[in-house]
């Protein structure tokens, strides 16, 4: 795919379509943002979302409870299954990943199947969840990668067989942004019987997704990045056929099917997702992500990913011109907003990207940039041109 056919009309000419937006994100009154893959911007909706749940904390108390705030969780399932092409029954609400990981892997029977699929691209949380269970017997295979930027279908095909319960691997890489295949991945697991899960943290937002397309079992993700929600909250999505036959051996209130019976001799957990809750939800991560969906829902996925990839391919290009390498996948359809640039200080890099008030990230090796729809290309321009600039000059 080329870099013309993610274009609309004008979408690099100073300012896109969406750049409307940028006005709503006050971070960009100081400051040029290139971070939204650590952390997204705060939008004044977010703001006012959050202001709306302190409020009612302030006049109503506990009391919101009743008609408020139980109706906010609703709708945030609701609006979460939406963005990744579930029902709300298949939604499930955690405070970060690694919980939501740690109520899967205690709900998997490794008995029969004692092994555990992974790469070595994956953010380490993955990986954990299941070393961590290496003294029950869990074996954990990960897969190399061929090239430090994604790992074919086939090198994890050849890992599964039938003693594999789960492929448990990422949609976007956070190590090179390179968008997996993840329907490739889950028929690749399904053929063995395995199941599969995608940590999907760094796609969710900025590229589309749709879990009943691609077959997965589990996908988990959350306001920390690109749905603009900030951290304590993110959603797995569970099967809708698969969660009855998982009981999971971690549970907390919210599971329980009758929780407001409060019976200690009783365990009747959801026959949806919700049989993976476990205490009660932040609520101000949970308003402060109802509006960061406010921007998602009415701007659309398909918006947001033709805008971003527009700016990554300007800046991947931009970057090689200077001669830069960025670590990037070869074909533009399968880049992601991320973008890792070669530094032999990746550290100092970002320190000197902050004196000029142009706030990126660093990985082992690269100064990482990831732009977003509130993004344009003058930013981009000038995060280059200082990286360009040695430190005193």
Not at 80 to 96: C, F, H, K, N, T
Not at 274 to 282: A, D, K, M, Q, Y
Request: net charge neutral.
């Amino acid at each position: 795919m080329t870099l013309a056919s993610f274009l609309d009309a004008g979408a690099l000419a100073g300012a896109h379509a969406l750049a409307r937006y940028r006005s709503e994100f006050p971070i960009f009154r100081d400051a040029i943002y290139l971070n939204t893959c650590s952390l997204g911007a705060l939008g004044e909706r977010t703001r006012r979302r959050s202001a709306e749940f302190f409020d009612l904390w302030q006049t109503r108390g506990a009391s919101a409870w009743y008609d408020v705030w139980w109706d906010a969780l609703a709708e945030l399932r609701t609006r979460y299954a939406r963005v990744v092409g579930a029902s709300p029954a298949e939604i499930a609400l955690a405070p970060s990943v690694s919980v939501a990981l740690s109520a899967v892997g205690e709900a998997i029977d490794y008995r029969r199947r004692p092994k555990v699929v992974v790469t070595a691209l994956d953010f380490p949380t993955v990986a954990y969840q299941w070393l961590a269970k290496r003294p029950r017997g869990v074996e954990l295979v990960v897969v190399e990668s061929p090239d430090g930027i994604s790992v074919p279908p086939e090198a994890i095909a050849a890992a599964v067989d039938d003693r594999t319960a789960l492929v448990a691997t990422s949609h976007v890489y956070f190590t090179s942004g390179a968008i997996q295949d993840i329907k490739s991945v889950a028929e690749v697991a399904r053929r063995c019987g395995a199941l599969t899960l995608v940590d999907a943290y760094q796609s969710v937002g900025q590229v589309p997704v749709d879990v009943k397309a691609a077959g997965v079992d589990f996908l988990t993700a959350g306001g920390l990045k690109w749905l603009l929600g900030g951290p304590g909250i993110v959603l797995l999505y569970v099967r809708a056929e698969l969660a009855p036959q998982l009981a999971p051996a971690i549970v907390g209130w919210f599971g329980h099917r009758n929780q407001f019976a409060f019976d200690p001799r009783v365990l009747e957990l959801h026959d949806d997702a919700r049989r993976f809750e476990l205490g009660t939800p932040s609520l101000a991560a949970v308003y402060a992500q109802l509006g960061g969906l406010d921007y998602i829902d009415e701007i659309g996925i398909p918006a947001i990913r033709r805008v971003t990839a527009a700016l990554t391919e300007d800046l991947i290009a931009r970057a090689r011109d200077l001669g830069l390498r960025p670590k990037v996948a070869s074909r533009a359809e399968d880049r992601s907003a991320i973008v890792m640039l070669p530094a032999p200080d990746p550290a100092a890099g970002v320190r000197h990207l902050a004196a000029a008030k142009i706030i990126a990230d660093a990985r082992p090796g690269h100064v990482r940039l990831s732009p977003f729809f509130y993004n344009v290309q003058d930013d981009h321009v000038s995060a280059l041109e200082r990286l360009g600039t040695p430190p005193g000059h």
